[in-house]
């Protein structure tokens, strides 16, 4: 079930939700994220977990960019493949 | 979805025992960006087995999450398993080793060198001994 309603957006934002092809959608999985990052904020802050510093937030980004350019590389992943069966046959280190 | 890093036991204890605030940091990260860490079902029961009772209040909220998965160990894992423990030691470290390789994700662990038995370095994410 959906409601419609109107809402305000800044400009810039507002061409950003124009220029999806499933506006509510897009809208729908933004506020969705917020929920999951304010619950687990929540949780963490119960726990005694604050914010994320942003020193800390660009190192962790970087760390991912980093992640995900090794992932593409092919090489990298046959040489964990050739490890992982050197392993399973007995014959590590080589 | 995303799998960014793996918590391995002591990796668990360390958040529980709030001595590793960098995962609570990737905690959040996760939820903004919609990504996920995995952790071995070998290390959670590791870190019951040696959590105090508040470590257990910390574990029980930190595996409800969403952005925690817990990957079984199964019957295919046992034999290289069992192998990767002769190099590196207990088995839950063991499993995280195999769940990093074969998902290409890097492991936040307290027992670096012992995971640098098996693991080249861009796998390892240091944290402090608890």
């Known amino acids: 079930m959906t409601v419609k309603f109107t809402i305000s957006l800044p400009n810039d934002l507002a061409a ?79 | 979805v995303t799998v960014i890093r793996l918590l391995d036991t002591g990796a668990l204890l360390a958040y529980a025992q709030d001595d590793a605030p960098v995962v609570g940091s990737y905690l959040v990260s996760c939820a903004e960006n919609g990504w996920q860490m995995q952790t071995s079902s070998v290390c959670v029961a590791e870190a019951y087995r040696s959590a105090t009772d508040d470590a257990v209040d910390l574990l ?6 969403p952005q925690v998965d817990v990957v079984e160990c199964t019957a295919n894992d046992g034999r290289i398993t069992g192998l990767l423990g002769k190099h590196v030691g207990r088995l839950g470290l063991a499993h995280s080793c195999l769940l990093a390789m074969s998902s290409q994700t890097p492991l936040f662990t307290a027992e670096a060198a012992e995971a640098g038995r098996v693991l080249d370095g861009f796998l390892i994410e240091e944290l402090p001994k608890g």
């Open chain 1, 16 to 94: 950003l939700v124009r220029s999806q092809p499933n506006t509510s959608g897009y809208i729908a999985d933004a506020i969705r994220i917020r929920q999951r990052v304010d619950a687990t904020q929540a949780a963490l802050a119960a726990a005694g977990i604050g914010p994320i510093p942003p020193e800390v937030r660009e190192q962790i980004e970087a760390s991912v960019r980093e992640l995900q350019r090794r992932r593409a590389d092919p090489k990298w992943r046959a040489e964990l493949d050739a490890r992982l069966a050197a392993i399973n046959a007995g014959k590590f280190p080589a």
């Open chain 2, 60 to 65: 029980d909220l930190l595996l409800s999450l």
